[in-house]
């Protein structure tokens, strides 16, 4: 993200994790002038830092993907103060040979680690077959997964509830 970010985050004395609301207004460059719209599809994320230039985030290919997006495309970005802690999250693979997976739960929580937060009918890559620590003879192959639907934490005004968005950072 551009340092005026951090100037947002300071000056509102946000406490970390630091989270990111991302939409896209414009689907590509070249529909700048028609003004064309897509669907409001949110995605939040984390802050990972402040060197981008000005008037550039740079996100990862599967946001991009989530949000129907094209490298180069308008989004709007805002710093959220916080998200639900997530209690429980209901995946969905693409693969029928991701329940084959040997020690699945492990590599599941390693992964997932990778990601500060969820938002519901997203679909996220995992690299599932090449975890470091648990199988180095295997080479990388990566496994996508659908997340359905998240739930907000016990405590807070969503409590147990289905919502659109989770913080699964600690």
């Not at 500060?116 to 620590?133: G, P, Q, V």
Request: glycine share 2%; with cysteine.
């Amino acid at each position: 993200l551009p340092n005026c970010f951090l100037q947002q985050i300071t000056q509102g004395n946000i406490e970390p994790p630091w989270l990111l609301e991302i939409t896209p207004v414009i689907t590509s460059v070249e529909e700048t002038n028609q003004r064309c719209a897509v669907p409001h599809r949110r995605l939040y994320g984390s802050i990972l830092d402040f060197r981008a230039p000005d008037n550039f985030v740079f996100v990862p290919r599967w946001m991009l993907n989530a949000m129907n997006v094209k490298p180069w495309s308008i989004v709007q970005c805002r710093v959220v103060p916080s998200l639900p802690q997530g209690s429980r999250i209901v995946l969905r693979p693409n693969s029928k040979s991701f329940s084959d997976l040997p020690r699945l739960k492990l590599r599941l929580e390693k992964e997932l680690r990778h990601y500060s937060t969820l938002t519901a009918n997203t679909t996220i890559r995992l690299d599932l077959e090449a975890t470091e620590n648990i199988d180095r003879d295997r080479k990388a192959a990566f496994v996508e997964i659908d997340v359905v639907e998240v739930f907000a934490a016990s405590s807070g005004p969503e409590s147990g509830e289905s919502v659109e968005a989770v913080c699964i950072q600690d």
